[in-house]
Each structure stands twice: as C-alpha cells, then as structure tokens.
C-alpha cells in the first residue's frame, strides 16, 4: 500500500522508525517530512497527508505530532479525511473497519516506538466493512462535510 507520511519536529524521530517498519513490511512510503527536529507546524503536516490522499499519491496517511490531537484536527479540515488520534490496535483497526478511517494520528509524547509500529500495522491491515449500517453512517459523514466543508465557508 503507498502510505503517505509526514511529522512535526515532535514526531520526527517517530516517522523515522515508522518509515523503515513500514517499508520493512512491503508498502511504499511517500515520506512528506520533516527531515529534521527544527520546528515544523503540525497543520503543514496535516496538509501534506491531505494532499497526497487527495491527488492519489497515496491510499492512506500517518501523521506523527506530539500528541496526535493537533494533526488530527487539522487532517479533519480537509475535505476526503477522516483522521483520529490512536493509542490502542482496537480502535485503529475498528476506525478503518467502521468509519472508513484514512488517516491515523499517532503522538510520539504518548505511544512508544514499539505501539506506534502495531497502531500503524493495525491500521493498514483492517479494510472498510461495507457492511450496510457503517455505509449508513459513512453516508451521514460525507453529507456533514459536504455542507459543511465547502469553499467558501
């Protein structure tokens, strides 16, 4: 799977690590940066990712910030994302599995090296269920950010 990744300086060291395990495991990593620890804002971060998802370049994202909570908000902003903050396999394999979850937020404050590689695993190995009341419920998202999400706004 191509994985676009990306950090602020907080994640760096995170990122890092992920890239390798990721590639380690068979997918191609798009890394978006930082390269390095000097300060780097995580809604750049999240913009990246977006991007990337958006134009194809990738078919998931991970993005790595301190605590996970300010890139997942930001990644929330763009239309298309569906990002969240995971610090257990559970919810980063049900995230995908019920609400079609495209990108994961990791905190590298918060999860270790070791976590962080099972939350990404758990992540790109669950699939959308399809199963009717998580299209029912996907459907209601997308409608919410439809309206809500539009130029202009």
Known sequence: MRIALAADHAGFEMK?????????????VLDLGTHSTAAVDYPDCAASVAAALGDGRAERGIIVCGS???ASIAANKFAGIRAAVCHDTYTAKQAVEHDD???LCLGARVVGPALARDLAAAFLGARFSSEERHRRRLAKILAIEAQFLRPGR
């Open 16 to 28: 890092r690590d992920l890239a390798v395990s990721l590639r380690d495991d068979g997918h191609d």
């Open 68 to 70: 996970g909570a300010g």
């Open 101 to 103: 979850m495209n990108v």
